[in-house]
């Protein structure tokens, strides 16, 4: 049986190594293009309880060297002066609002993005695209005219980021760049990226989205109520036409974790979310993530056969080698990617977390809000 688990997981990491969309490479990025034109851009920052960061973040964006820029933050009852913060900077391309009163339905984020859309609509009502992003998100100057300039060269309703996240101590050196490769893994940049392919995925903290696609796809109102909101409005908008996510190298998460704790609330927060709230689904992705991350390291270091021993081995080798981009994208040592299989048995704790605080009635609690039925 033990050199039958081993060969199984040698099997599933060459598939993903040979077939499962090249997502390890970590090679699809945003070139330094100029558009032709400079269609006007809006930008909506859905912000709560962001004042350490908001400042820097909004200040990214309006340092953009891409004209015709307007800038909309909506505070969604911050109660830590972050409004105020925004209104300091003192920019008049910059329009700060007060979220209204969230409808049942909708989840806060969603609310707080929708209303800034609708004020988008009265004081940019000529904006070709809308970019979503963060408000703890930094973004480089070249950010926006570059992912227009992708967006329109490739007629595409959504061009996304996934930003760099924050990467430091020693707990963010081992699950940030895990984090980063889960989600290359679940959903394959190039898979994304290919029309063809139904796969649709895109990253929240930037997402410049054509403003014909979202009205066509139904507006903000059609995600309203996911827990997982960008990729939730990729599935909709690449009914509209082509979608790009690519990985971010300039633009930066200004939040930083610190301890484990902050990443484990971050998974728990919606990854039973991801497994639709399904039981049999979270058995199988326990199972699973046992299977392909804890049995190559386990029968490896135990050896009880050298079959079982050698097959565990070639499968953790294949693990590692996938593992090594996304490393060397935050800048760590290749020999760091030995380490994998203790981030995925942190993520696969925190994804039986999710589960059970949906069983208390506690699902995608943020920044003291519960999302009902979540």
């Known amino acids: 049986m033990l050199i039958a688990l081993a060969g199984l997981s040698l099997a599933v990491w060459l598939y993903l190594l040979l077939l499962h969309g090249r997502y390890w490479r970590a090679d699809q990025r945003l070139d330094d293009l100029t558009p032709a034109a400079t269609p006007s851009v809006v930008v909506v920052v859905p912000a709560r309880n962001e004042a350490d960061v908001v400042a820097t973040a909004l200040t990214s964006l309006l340092q953009q060297d891409y004209a015709g820029i307007q800038v909309i933050l909506v505070d969604d009852g911050s109660d830590d002066g972050t409004g105020d913060m925004a209104r300091a900077l003192d920019d008049p391309r910059l329009t700060v609002l007060a979220a209204p009163p969230r409808p049942p339905g909708w989840v806060g984020k969603m609310w707080a993005v929708e209303t800034g859309v609708a004020a988008a609509a009265e004081l940019a009502p000529d904006a070709s695209y809308v970019l979503l992003t963060d408000a703890d998100i930094a973004h480089d100057p070249g950010t926006v005219r570059c992912l227009v300039a992708k967006a329109e060269r490739d007629d ?5 980021l996934m930003v760099r996240l924050h990467c430091r101590g020693p707990w963010e050196r081992l699950l940030i760049p895990a984090f980063v490769y889960f989600f290359q893994q679940l959903y394959p940049f190039p898979w994304v990226n290919d029309p063809r392919r139904r796969t649709a995925g895109a990253a929240g903290g930037c ?15 059609a995600v309203k109520g996911a827990l997982i909101d960008d990729c939730a409005l990729a599935r909709v908008l690449k009914r509209q036409g082509p979608v790009w996510l690519g990985l971010g190298t300039a633009e930066r998460s200004l939040r930083a974790y610190g301890g484990p704790g902050p990443i484990w609330r971050m998974i728990a927060r919606s990854a039973y979310a991801q497994l639709r ?18 049995v190559p390291p386990g029968l490896a270091l135990t050896w009880p056969s050298r079959e079982a021993g050698a097959l565990a081995a070639a499968a ?3 693990m590692a080698i996938t593992y090594v981009p996304t490393l060397r994208l935050y800048g760590q040592r290749p020999v760091s990617a030995l380490l994998l299989p203790l981030a ?6 925190a994804t039986l977390d999710s589960a059970r605080r949906h069983w208390l009635g506690r699902g995608g609690e943020w920044k003291g809000r519960v999302r009902a039925g979540a």
Not at 156 to 160: D, M, R, T, V
């Open 156 to 160: 595409l309703a959504l061009a996304s």
């Open 207 to 221: 997402m410049l989205v054509r403003r014909t696609a979202l009205e066509t796809a139904g507006g903000i109102a």
């Open 277 to 294: 709230f399904s039981p049999v689904l979270l058995a199988l992705c326990v199972v699973g993530m046992a299977l392909v991350y804890l």
């Open 316 to 318: 953790w080798a294949v």
């Open 344 to 349: 995925g048995l942190f993520y696969t704790l």
